[in-house]
């Protein structure tokens, strides 16, 4: 019997939002415009793609280096053509993103046209990041600071004058990076945005009081790096989140009145925590996550709250007790140089995370230092956890928390968890990150585990989806693994000066003294590693 097969083209059966998400995905308006080839819908549906990016370095590489002033008139004549033919087509943008690292003042008028014509399509979003020349920057006109339609700006190493009229009645997102501020910007900000609730300052210069009262939506507020700021000073009944980063040398006070609704709250910054500990972090009754550097002095800590789910505390090298009283704390992290007392009250944790690098070896190799940490690991149920240990270049993975073993080396870090839809390839993703040299894996006789760690790491994808479309420098592991290999330890001979050569000399040794008699199977994987810049010449050639 003849059978007729017609084709389907699926691709141009999906909605048009969901084509409008994949576009989103991509960075440029070339690689938009290039899913045309894909079907006759395609071409036609990117012009009513609402998002428009315009890269200046991306597009310098795309037609390789030349005349720098060519480059920058062409990189001009690139996003004038392309909003102009974007506009003909269909006037409703909802998000321009324009970043020109090497602007130029006599580019100005340019921007300001873009700008203008982008305001007059109704526009919602703005993400624009300026290079700066002379130390002269781009002033930010009027037409974006009295624009009814912004929902959200992102403005980085541009001017903003402190007498300019700004009224955004419908700004909800606002970050300001590398931007000279004082008092009177900033109140000219919140009293024409009064709908503001996501605020970020980041790396911000010249301002050194930030006070916010007035502002009854906002629920986030992010201070990164504004290093002339000494006082932060917050009355928001619905701030949810708080984030203060800063350097220790310099200080600033924080205060959170009025803060009730806070639920993630992040200190950056000693002085800081050191401010906010003294009985006032169960004052934020909501408070679900809390993220501490503490002050290199502080010997003890005691951190008390009803709410709070997960806690990381950080950066003394002094600390020798924590007492924590959380009924609800499941996730708990610690990084320090020593190991301190650690009590949990109730202990109900389903993962936890030590990342312990010291440089005195007297701490490191002590008796009482590993007291306290295997104390710490034994008050896990064995069943369900599991747990890594790295040092340097070397890793090992315990399938459970039984034949524990702990290797004599100073930056140990350790990771306990347990999770019922941890998958292998979740373990195996968040192990091979670092691309170590030596993955050590050992689990009870009749597991099944380390089969399929191996299976994940050998059979990797040859394209990985997850990070197609990053540089070099920012791909995960599957781009730069070259082989893998089962190593069998009692034939491995140690005898190189290099110091990775003789730390993982020091793990063979630990993990031969520590396992070969006991009842479990464990099994050791050589991983052998393309460099990055390998890759990056690969790449090129292609």
Known sequence: MDRSVESVDGISQLPDHVIHHILSQLHNVNDVIRTSVLSKRWR?????????????????????????CNEGESFIDYVSNSLQTRLEKNP??????????????????????????ASGSSIKELDLHFGIENNRRYSMPETVLLSKTLTGIRLSCCKLEPRSKIMLPHLRKLCLQKISLNEDIIQNLISGCRSIEDLRLIQCSCLRHLQVSSLIRLNRVDIHHCKQLIMVDLTAPNLHTFWYRGKKSIPCQVYLQGCNSLRRLTLDHPQVTRDLCKNKISKFHLLENLDLSLPDKMKHVTISNPQLRRLVLKGSNKLSSVLIVTPNLLSFEYKGESMPFIHIDPFCLRDAKLSLQSKRQDIVYGDKFWLLVRGFIDKFDSKGFKLVLQSSKNIAIHEDLTNISLPPLPDLNIKIFKSPSERVEDVVYGSLRTHPVLLTIISPPD???PKLVYRVIKIKDKDPICCRYSTPNNKCWQHFLK????????GVECGSDDNKQCHTCTWRTWFKSSYASLSC????????????????ETEETL
């Not at 090497?102 to 580019?107: D, R, V």
């Not at 082989?483 to 009692?490: A, L, Q, S, Y």
């Open 447 to 449: 597991s099944n585990f």
């Open 521 to 536: 199977q464990t099994v050791n994987l050589r991983l052998y590693w393309n460099s990055r810049q390998h890759d990056m």
């Open 92 to 117: 409703d943008i909802q998000k321009l993103v324009l970043h020109m690292t090497s602007f130029n003042l006599k580019a100005a008028r340019h921007v300001d046209q873009w700008l203008s014509v």
């Open 483 to 490: 082989d893998v290999k089962v190593e069998n330890m009692n």
């Open 44 to 68: 036609a549906l990117w012009y009513s793609y609402p998002v428009l990016v315009f890269y200046d370095r991306k597009f310098t590489a795309g037609i390789g280096r030349g005349n720098s």
